[in-house]
């Protein structure tokens, strides 16, 4: 039985959505049980959080990121999470990519 698709609806970071359409065009999928699928809070390599700051386990998502060391900022209106001792080259590198991405969806 194929497994049923999220809605995919505009996002708001300081929502309390998710953002399935970013977790999907970077090929996520849900993992655990049936039943009891979690979607991951962010994306690996870009640092980007799916969940909006008022989902109920945003919490949840920000003591996984300080206990990994990770610290999560803003770049435009999206939130990422970094080493918290990232570089300002890696800071340029996110406001950049977030700059192309808003290129891309004009």
């Not at 406001?95 to 808003?102: R, S, V, W, Y």
């Amino acid at each position: 039985m194929a497994r049923k698709q999220p809605e995919l609806k505009e996002f708001d970071p300081e929502g309390a959505g998710y953002d399935y359409l970013s977790a999907q065009r970077y090929g996520l999928e849900p993992s655990g049980p049936k039943g009891k699928e979690h979607w991951p809070s962010r994306v690996p390599g870009t640092g980007l959080l799916l969940k909006g700051r008022q989902h109920e386990t945003w919490h949840k998502t920000v003591a996984a990121e300080k206990k990994l060391g990770m610290g999560i900022f803003q770049v435009g209106t999206r939130y990422y999470s970094q080493p918290v001792a990232y570089s300002n080259a890696d800071k340029q590198r996110l406001l950049d990519l977030a700059f192309l991405k808003g290129q891309r969806q004009k």
